[in-house]
């Protein structure tokens, strides 16, 4: 049967068995990824993945805020850098504001993963990737989404980022079919060597001033 499980159906057993079966089994799992599936399956996954947890996220902050926001937010309204609007919004207009900042992060979010896969896509073209842009976007959908949650709780997303990492060079190599070392040098080395060079070249430029007189 075609996998991950969600390419099988929307039910709440396919949705617990695609983040099972990413997590526990990605060779087999996107071996069997459907080659002429549609975009709509693995972009609905990541929203199922990305609402809820954002949902609970909110009704857990109301809560804290219900209970003790005055003490919550001291040190905030206290903060001279903030706006004078900010620090003088009160307790629900703080937790409208978070609802309304959750809310835009959940409907961008996985639009964001059209971009990283178009990244992924011109970093693996020198290796003659097999399955195309649309390969490394469901590949990138089922990966990122079945890890959301787990990313989120404490301690335990020290191991499950690494291993979500390691995942989604798995995932990547089998839809392309491609050897896990080339994926993991263009979506994992490349990246990471352009991010510390960047991050290199604007603590230097902090430390010189700016290259000013």
């Not at 409208?96 to 809310?103: C, E, G, N, P, Y």
């Not at 993991?184 to 010189?208: E, Q, R, W, Y």
């Amino acid at each position: 049967q075609p996998m991950p499980a969600w390419e099988r159906g929307s039910s709440f057993s396919n949705y617990f068995g695609t983040i099972k079966d990413v997590a526990l089994n990605p060779v087999q799992t996107f071996d069997s990824l459907p080659a002429a599936g549609g975009w709509g399956r693995a972009l609905s996954f990541n929203y199922l993945s990305i609402g809820p947890v954002l949902l609970l996220f909110l009704l857990v902050y109301g809560a804290l805020l219900a209970v003790a926001g005055d003490e919550i937010l001291a040190d905030l309204r206290a903060d001279p850098n903030l706006n004078e609007w900010t620090r003088n919004l009160s307790t629900g207009g703080y937790f409208a504001l978070v609802a309304v900042i959750s809310a835009v992060f959940a409907l961008c979010a996985p639009l964001l993963t059209f971009v990283v896969s178009a990244a992924n896509h011109v970093l693996l073209l020198p290796w003659g990737p097999k399955g195309g842009y649309a390969g490394c976007f469901r590949a990138n959908s089922y990966v990122y989404g079945a890890f959301f949650l787990a990313s989120f709780i404490p301690l335990f997303s020290c191991i499950v980022l690494p291993w979500q990492v390691v995942a989604n060079v798995i995932a990547l190599s089998r839809v392309h079919q491609l050897a896990w070392w080339k994926v993991a040098i263009s979506v994992v080395l490349i990246p990471f060597i352009v991010c510390c060079g960047g991050l290199f070249v604007l603590v230097f430029d902090s430390m010189t001033g700016g290259g000013g007189p």
